[in-house]
């Protein structure tokens, strides 16, 4: 579907994904941000200084790379099946992939992101043990959840959500900076700053 000579042309390629049946677009995203939609994500992205994200469980990086050409930002990928990824069935990546180790450490996520001062990114995570394994190696100041919507009958874990004062236990204190529509009535991407 996607062609490697398509990268350079982010428009293209996302109105084409757009226009595939739900079913087809999750192979390589739950999310399917509107044009509109990124606008508003670039805006608040560039307030906070969000200019680097590691972006965990980021399957085939569709949305990171969207994000990644839209946005301007440097986004890198962090996934757990190293022999998946690399086979000859797995979907196209767009961006680069590195893969877990353990224990996860601050070093680690640091080599991960290529730099010191980056952003963590969950779209669609679904094992809370492990997000709240990866925040408390985490240094940095923003992290960012997307996923569905509270009510739209989709389950993620850790929600957007998860890091309001009433739903995280403590590893850090966070505040919610936005929550932001996406454009696909369903999903929304939430952006924690930590509490110092």
């Given amino acids: 579907m996607f062609q490697c000579t398509e990268f350079e042309d982010w428009r293209k390629l996302l109105w084409k994904f ?3 049946s739900a079913d087809e677009r999750r192979k390589f995203s739950w999310i399917c941000p509107t044009l509109e939609s990124l606008k508003i994500i670039q805006r608040q992205l560039q307030n906070h200084g969000i200019r680097n994200i590691l972006s965990i469980g980021c399957g085939s990086g569709f949305f990171e790379w969207i994000l990644k050409e839209s946005c301007g930002v440097r986004v890198s990928g962090l996934e757990l099946d190293n ?7 797995a979907p196209a990546t767009f961006i680069p992939l590195h893969f877990t180790q353990t ?16 952003s963590l990114l969950f779209v669609y995570f679904n094992n809370g043990p492990a997000f709240w394994e990866y925040l408390e190696q985490f240094p940095g100041d ?31 204190s966070w505040l919610q900076e936005a929550k932001l529509d996406v454009g696909d009535s369903v999903n929304i991407i939430a952006i924690y700053k930590r509490v110092k």
């Avoid at 996520?109 to 980056?118: H, I």
């Fill in 83 to 89: 022999s998946w990824w690399t086979s000859a069935y």
């Fill in 142 to 172: 923003f992290v960012l959840i997307a996923g569905p919507e509270a009510g739209a009958g989709i389950h993620t874990n850790p929600s957007p959500y998860a890091l309001l004062s009433e739903n995280a236990p403590k590893v850090g």
């Fill in 18 to 20: 757009t226009n595939l």
């Fill in 103 to 118: 224990p996860i450490t601050e070093k680690f996520l640091k080599e991960c992101a290529s730099g010191e001062n980056f």
